[in-house]
């Protein structure tokens, strides 16, 4: 269960060795690997997870196996500007859960921004408070060199912890561009969280963040400028109505004291039930699948294109290409052409 990034592999090294850390090998067959994941074994769920995530061979049995026990888990996406608070907001919100005795995954989609990158250690020094709970998975995710993109990445994780039989997944993520955007679109619930202080900032927020938010919170409610955001929330509301006719509410919280938590998980059950109520949870779904069918028929068909092609002779169409020898139009045609239906 250690993260695969490198920053945060560092940030393992100066933690005390803890007896959860103890990697035994695992039993090698697929079925006792997926049965001790269903067990809730967070070793097997390591494996599984790094498995897939890399694309092992063997990676999509695993999947094919795992996801008809998926479906159990609500899955929480937690976004907002670097720094804002969500590690802080996601380890109190899990420690909320936990009193309820709902299991917790977590996905840490680690900020690529260099002035953030720092925070790492110190989430992670937080978050080890957990390690020895089963009840609570931490993964961290790196925003850059994952194969087949961040988005598909996150699903696929995702995929596996519901498989396992997590009540809860929260996915944290920095909500700055395109990619966290795409990343949160898995989510059942999305919450953007906000700070004071950002002056006009909120207008800039990308539209797409605006829309996307199922529950907005106001972190460091502590600081100054709390209801001006609020404010500024409303008006923007008051210009749009969603076509599911819901009012994202506005929590005010101060994650580091542990204040509003309580609300804020009120506000998501609340959410819930509307969800449930509107059966709105499976219209969700079925918009998100089709846009993840398409990603992932656009990968599969890639990936058996590019098998076609080595890198040389790659470089060498871009060559004759570049020195107008060759149209770029009929190749592709002809390469669409010679691949095998699937
Ligand atoms: N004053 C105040 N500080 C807070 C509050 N919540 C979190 N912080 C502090 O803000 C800093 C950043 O918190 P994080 O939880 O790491 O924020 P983050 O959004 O996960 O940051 P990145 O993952 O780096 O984008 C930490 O020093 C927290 O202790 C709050 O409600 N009030
Ligand atoms: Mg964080």
């Not at 490198?6 to 933690?15: G, H, K, M, N």
């Not at 067959?29 to 092992?56: K, Y």
């Not at 076609?308 to 002779?313: F, H, R």
């Amino acid at each position: 269960m250690l993260p695969e990034t490198s920053v945060a592999r560092e940030a393992f090294r100066f933690l005390p060795s803890s007896p959860c850390f103890t990697l035994e090998r695992l039993g090698n067959t697929r079925e006792s690997l997926i049965h001790q994941l269903r067990a809730g074994d967070p070793r097997a769920l390591a494996r599984v997870i790094s498995a897939v995530e890399n694309r092992t061979p063997g990676w999509s049995e695993l999947l094919k196996t795992l996801f008809p026990h998926t479906g159990h888990a609500r899955i929480l996406g937690m976004t907002g500007a670097p720094g804002a608070g969500k590690s802080t907001l996601v380890d109190q919100l899990a420690r909320h859960y936990r009193k309820e005795d709902r299991t917790v995954g977590i996905i840490a989609v680690d900020p690529t921004s260099p002035y953030t990158g720092g925070a790492i250690l110190g989430d992670r020094i937080r978050m080890q408070e957990h390690f020895c709970d089963p009840g609570i998975y931490i993964r961290s995710m790196a925003t850059r060199g994952s194969l087949g993109g961040l988005a598909r990445a996150t699903a696929d994780v995702t995929t596996v912890l519901d498989a396992s039989g997590r009540d809860l997944i929260m996915i944290e993520t920095v909500g700055v561009g395109q990619d966290e955007i795409d990343v949160v679109r898995v989510a059942d619930i999305t919450v953007v969280i906000l700070v004071p202080g950002m002056g006009d900032d909120v207008q800039t927020i990308k539209a797409g963040i605006m829309e996307i938010a199922d529950i907005f919170v106001i972190n460091k409610s502590d600081r100054e400028g709390a209801e001006r955001v609020e404010r500024e929330i409303r008006a923007l509301q008051s210009l749009a109505t969603r076509s599911d006719r819901w009012t994202p509410p506005i929590v005010k919280t101060i994650a580091s004291e542990g204040k509003g938590i309580a609300e804020l998980a009120a506000a998501i059950a609340n959410y819930e039930s509307y969800l449930q109520k509107e059966n709105l949870a499976l219209k969700r779904s079925v918009q998100n699948w089709q846009e993840r069918l398409i990603e992932m028929l656009r990968d599969a068909f890639l990936e058996k294109a590019r098998a076609q092609m080595s890198d040389g002779e790659m470089l060498r169409y871009a060559a004759e290409i570049a020195e107008h020898r060759r149209d770029p139009y009929t190749l592709i045609e002809q390469i669409v052409e010679n691949s095998e239906p699937m």
